[in-house]
């Protein structure tokens, strides 16, 4: 089973703030990862994905990937009330199971977003 | 408006009754999957499917079966071996290829009492 770990939060920042999630997997071989926001009631949305080692920004929102440490990060910069969710990180498998999991994501159990005003 | 639809919103049935929940995409999408949501909880993998009449168990497949005749369809049958069946159900989709983002039906919630 391969393991994708989040603090399950609840992690509360002022309105305003940086919020800074994290997401660490245990698979070497994982290339693409995903992070998720999912309100309360609500099925999932994608709000970002990264391949490769670095930064990615998208607006307000910051994916930074560290494939040496195994570590995947998602920071939202100004954050506002609306952004108060539970975010969920997803990855691929590796390379040598991708043949019987081609497509397959592995979840976080996600980490609970609280921004106050 | 391309998209996933589950159906219905809501469900709610007595133990013992088998239950089939809806899952249609008009993405193109070749794959398709299946998760369970419990309170406070992530998602559960329960089957998926890369190719029409093919699929694969997932992480909690026992007392639930699917199909995939067409492309665009997946239903997940609920069965009464299910232990605990009440959650919230989500159906995703996803192109494979260069790229493996999944997005996500509106979910059904079902109830058995």
């Known amino acids: 089973q391969k393991e994708v770990e989040q603090n399950s939060g609840p992690l509360s920042v002022p309105e305003g703030a940086i919020a800074s999630l994290n997401c660490t997997y245990s698979d070497r071989g994982s290339q693409s990862f995903f992070w998720y926001r999912q309100y309360s009631g609500k099925s999932p949305e994608l709000i970002m994905f990264?391949?490769?080692?670095g930064d990615k920004e998208d607006g307000r929102f910051t994916a930074q990937l560290n494939k040496a440490s195994q570590y995947v990060s998602l920071l939202i910069r100004d954050s506002q009330p609306s952004d108060s969710a539970t975010y969920l990180c997803a990855v691929t498998p590796g390379w040598a199971d991708r043949g019987s999991t081609l497509g397959r994501l592995y979840f976080g159990r996600g980490t609970q977003l609280t921004v106050w005003p | 408006d391309g998209g996933i639809t589950q159906s219905p919103k809501y469900l709610f049935r007595k133990e013992g009754q088998n239950v089939t929940l809806s899952c249609e995409q008009n993405l193109n999408h070749d794959a398709m999957y299946w998760y369970r949501q419990d309170p406070g909880q992530g998602l559960r993998l329960i089957y998926y499917?890369?190719?029409?009449?093919?699929?694969q168990k997932g992480d909690i497949a026992e007392g639930y079966s699917v199909s995939r005749e067409k492309k665009e369809s997946f239903p997940l049958t609920v069965t009464s071996a299910q232990k605990n069946p009440t959650a919230f159900y989500l159906c995703a989709s996803s192109l494979l290829g260069s790229s493996y983002e999944q997005y996500f039906g509106p979910g059904t919630r079902l109830t058995v009492t």
């Open positions: 499917s890369q190719i029409v009449n093919d699929f």
């Open positions: 990264i391949y490769s080692n």
